[in-house]
């Protein structure tokens, strides 16, 4: 049939028409203006927060598919699916990142989680992904439990014939153990222990006294005695003091702990060692009565454990004594080096400091990497002092250039100068927490992420962990944010100058201005009250302790209320988790229990924890010719412990801020 010319035109008008209509429908779909995007995904995120879960699965899919946002919009997807429990909603979305950007950074944590969604549907594929992700960047606890998931499908597979090969049940097994050997009491645990059992009911003494260890460790009372009944007492002899002692049989702790520390000591993991002996002493009314007893009997791996609890019960030369004996007996053990700096820190007490000398050098020249380093440099550097030996100054300014974040830093410092009072009346300034680095470029998905105030997933792409301090910063949640930032600088063996960034991770300025007009109010040091609130609460303003201590500086209510009372202040009790208040009565606080001890701010620290009483008694009891000497002899090791955390945080805030 002839097409007349008009119907032609027609036709192939209608035809441009429908290709341009398509054309522009997929282009909208795939190509999409960067403003358009940004505020998509920012509704997306606010309805997830808001728990608007359908809504947000609607808004992340609407990006564009050339945005480099599409990647994490398409995890964010699943993570609207997986919180409705749409499991298949989920896995389409993680499957869509794989097939479409199997290049993100994404990609091997997609893989993870498609994998455990695909166990029972499709093991084949799952065992795919779950051995791309050996292959991948993630951390090991992806990688150890993607090692069990491919050992469970592996062990379900295998048929009673092939149970034969040895290789391969011991490929499988290898897995399980690996897993419970590293994370004993991690979330999969009980699953492989399950796993384990099933596979293998027949299995090993040693093994099935792993499996007891994870159950015990769940709180699965009845599985863990179901399978420590399988074990001999040489392997399980501690893991059956864990069960025992949960079930409050006292004797049986007692009658397994003293067969065990006697006969069955060798290849029994230290921390398990450990922990059955301190379950041991806590059933007897006197720690020395229980030491003693186990002392008695105990032979092989583990004694220089109990030597050590020994030791820590002594004191004066005794303990010295008990420490000698111990690192002669032990020079290479693990409790060497404890052994030798308790000798040190003894004879410094005893002010036998030519022992002391000989001592300290001994330790330096043994452990120079050890944690308490700074301390034994210090306290060295005071010794030579008094030989007016040059080497002195060498000790001290060492602890400043090594570790200059340190309390000791702080304390060398003071005395390379000829400081006498223990704080500064100097300005600091306030600068705000930045992203730690240079900022990305516009190319890289963390600038694109920044762009959305996507911080969670941020910290899923980047394994610094200064980077995922800053997301937990930006997000409000400054307690997570300081202790993962110290962690990162604690670990980082050459220290950054004080004007890196990541310094300012650590030590934040959280409410800074509040602290400088209410600390100038009432006369005290501004860097010093926001290091009493810095270690008091990491600046979670929604703190409140065991003992009822309430908001960044942790005010008892009866205390915060009796302050107001005698300043004109009333207000309700919750009212302390406001910053505003609780910094304010905060301020009063230390303000009256410094002028009550003399204006001295290392007594008034140490009172803030221990109270102004016993600082007071300390004072008149202790006999101290320095502050380094009173603070050494705090008798609360809490106490000593919280003045030098408060007095390391105002060092760094002077490090860091000064003006």
């Known amino acids: 049939m002839l097409v007349s010319r008009e119907n032609y035109k027609y036709i192939i008008g209608l035809g441009i028409f429908l290709t341009v209509f398509v054309l522009g429908f997929y282009s909208a779909k795939i190509y999409q203006a960067n403003s358009q995007t940004i505020r998509i ?95 991948s960047n993630l951390e090991d606890d992806y990688k150890i439990a993607s090692e069990f998931y491919i050992a469970k499908i592996n062990a379900e597979k295998l048929s009673a014939k092939n149970k034969k090969n040895h290789s391969k049940v011991k490929e499988i097994e290898s897995a399980f153990i690996k897993y419970l050997e590293k994370y004993p009491d991690g979330r999969l645990a009980p699953n492989v222990a399950d796993t384990w059992i099933k596979f293998n009911p027949k299995m090993s003494s040693k093994d099935y006294t792993l499996v007891a260890k994870a159950y015990i460790l769940a709180e699965l009372r009845g599985e863990a005695i179901n399978a420590i009944q399988k074990t001999d007492i040489k392997d399980s002899w501690a893991i059956q003091n864990l069960i025992y002692y949960s079930k409050a049989d006292y004797n049986k702790v007692k009658e397994v702990t003293l067969e065990g520390v006697s006969k069955h000591s060798a290849n029994i993991n230290p921390k398990d060692y450990q922990k059955a002996v301190n379950n041991y002493i806590e059933t007897f009314p006197s720690s020395d009565a229980a030491i003693d007893e186990l002392l008695k009997t105990a032979k092989g791996d583990g004694v220089d454990y109990l030597w050590h609890l020994k030791c820590q019960q002594s004191s004066g030369e005794a303990k010295y004594n008990c420490y000698k004996d111990l690192y002669t007996n032990y020079p290479h053990g693990h409790y060497a080096q404890t052994a030798l700096s308790a000798m040190f820190f003894e004879k410094i007490k005893q002010k036998d400091y030519a022992n002391a000398r000989f001592l300290g050098k001994d330790f330096i020249s043994k452990y120079p990497e050890a944690e308490i380093i700074p301390e034994v440099l210090f306290w060295q550097g005071k010794i030579e002092q008094k030989y007016h030996n040059p080497e002195s100054t060498h000790y001290l300014q060492r602890i400043i250039n090594e570790f200059p974040d340190s309390y000791y830093a ?66 409000g949640n400054y307690a997570t944010s300081t202790h993962i930032a110290q962690e990162a600088m604690k670990n980082l063996k050459d220290k950054p100058s004080k004007s890196d960034l990541r310094w300012r991770l650590v030590y934040p300025q959280n409410y800074y201005i509040q602290i400088r007009n209410n600390s100038e109010k009432y006369n005290n040091n501004p860097a010093l009250i926001i290091s009493i609130m810095r270690e008091e609460s990491h600046f979670n303003s929604e703190a409140q302790s065991g003992v009822g201590a309430i908001g960044l500086m942790q005010l008892m209510p009866e205390t915060a209320h009796d302050i107001g009372n005698k300043n004109g202040i009333s207000f309700y009790t919750n009212s302390l988790f406001n910053p505003e208040l609780n910094i304010k009565i905060g301020n009063l606080y230390y303000s009256t229990i410094r002028k009550m001890l003399d204006n ?55 490090r860091i801020y000064q003006k």
């Open 41 to 135: 995904y920012k509704q997306g995120l606010k309805d997830y927060e808001n728990e608007n879960f359908s809504n947000c699965y609607y808004l992340f899919s609407r990006v564009g598919m050339t945005s480099k946002l599409k990647p994490a919009a398409l995890y964010r997807q699943a993570m609207c699916a997986k919180a409705v429990g749409d499991k298949k909603s989920e896995l389409k979305s993680y499957q869509s990142l794989l097939q479409n950007y199997k290049y993100s950074s994404l990609a091997a944590e997609a893989k993870y989680q498609a994998g455990q969604l695909l166990l029972e549907e499709n093991s084949t594929l799952a065992k795919k992904y779950f051995q791309q992700v050996l292959n």
């Open 600 to 654: 001295k701010d290392v007594s008034a620290i140490a009172a803030y924890n221990g109270g102004i009483g016993s600082v007071t008694r300390w004072k008149n009891t202790l006999k101290y010719s320095d502050t380094d000497e009173f603070v050494e002899q705090i008798p609360y090791e809490e106490t000593k412990t919280y003045v030098k955390k408060v007095f390391r945080s105002y060092w760094n805030y002077l």
């Open 410 to 475: 702080y304390r060398a410092f003071w005395i390379l100068n000829g400081l006498k009072d223990a704080t500064l009346r100097t300005n600091i300034e306030y600068k705000p927490v930045m992203y730690p680095y240079k900022q990305p470029s516009k190319n890289d998905i963390l600038y694109a992420l920044m762009s959305v105030n996507d911080y969670e997933m941020i910290k899923k792409l980047s394994k610094d962990k200064f980077i995922q301090s800053w997301a937990e910063y930006e997000k």
